[in-house]
């Protein structure tokens, strides 16, 4: 369990357990997901939304962003992906917008790393020679390998084995609220899929530990919220909940 909810300022966000990224000694990897209370915007976007996509005035989410970013206190400006489902993985070492990717990697550690969800697991990961990466995670991207791809190119640049990387799976949509078809139920293990009442739930935030397993991380070095983006309309935006007009917490990994 990992509901390691920090605030600031009216701003609040939660965090992977403590201690749990700091595989780099003194320097320390911060990781947040934002939780949607202390911002400007209006319903269905109340009210710190931090998604530009779905129809809310930019310039709220402009402010929303300014009062997030200022409340955890990044070190620098922000390299955000913009996602495609897929399995590409960019290495960073510039603030930016890039487009294409579902996950981020760098060494820089002026240089946090960003992303926007609402259902989909953020993924964080770190590694003790001082990379840290951020993956968007859902269906489509696990069953396409997007964790085997952040995993053997942090592996490829760092130098690391994979069993020293650490990982944690955020909050995103659990098993109880996510009904997939049969065709997409049959992409994952059948550990990962409850039939019930002639649909299926896929608990893709287990999956994803296991396809971390499989890329070579070990059992300790994996963790998982336990919350629901789904259930927790206090808490979070959720995509299968609100619709199109859904708002979109941000995903950052820092150092
Ligand atoms: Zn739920």
Not at 115 to 130: H, K, N, R
Not at 159 to 182: E, L
Request: proline residues 6%.
């Amino acid at each position: 369990m990992d509901e390691n909810i920090r605030s600031r300022g009216g701003i609040a966000w939660i965090s992977p357990p403590d201690g749990h990224l700091d595989v780099s000694g003194p320097t320390g990897v911060r990781a947040a997901l934002s939780l949607r209370s202390g911002g400007i915007s209006d319903s269905p976007f109340a009210s710190l939304n931090l998604g530009h996509s779905a129809g809310d005035a930019p310039v709220s989410v402009s402010e929303n962003e300014r009062r997030y970013t200022g409340a955890l206190g990044l070190p620098g400006p922000i390299a955000r992906a913009r996602l495609a489902h897929g399995r590409e993985v960019r290495l960073v070492n510039s603030p930016g917008v890039y487009a294409g990717c579902d996950g981020l990697l760098t060494s820089n550690r002026n240089l946090p790393l960003w992303l926007t969800v609402a259902d989909c697991y953020p993924i964080y990961i770190s590694e003790p020679g001082g990379w840290i990466g951020l993956l968007h995670c859902g269906w489509k991207g696990a069953a396409g390998g997007c964790i085997a791809s952040i995993i053997a190119r942090m592996v490829e640049v760092s130098g690391c084995q994979p069993s020293v990387i650490r990982a944690w799976i955020g909050p995103g949509i659990g098993q109880s609220c996510y009904t997939v078809g049969p065709d997409i139920a049959a992409r994952f293990p059948g550990v990962c899929v409850r039939a019930e009442g002639g649909e299926n739930r896929l608990d893709l935030s287990l999956a994803a530990a296991i396809l971390l397993l499989d890329a070579g991380l070990v059992p300790g070095s994996v963790t998982r919220s336990a919350l629901c983006t789904a259930c927790r309309e206090d808490l979070f935006f959720s995509y299968r909940r609100d619709g199109a007009r859904s708002g979109r917490m941000a995903a950052v990994i820092w150092k």
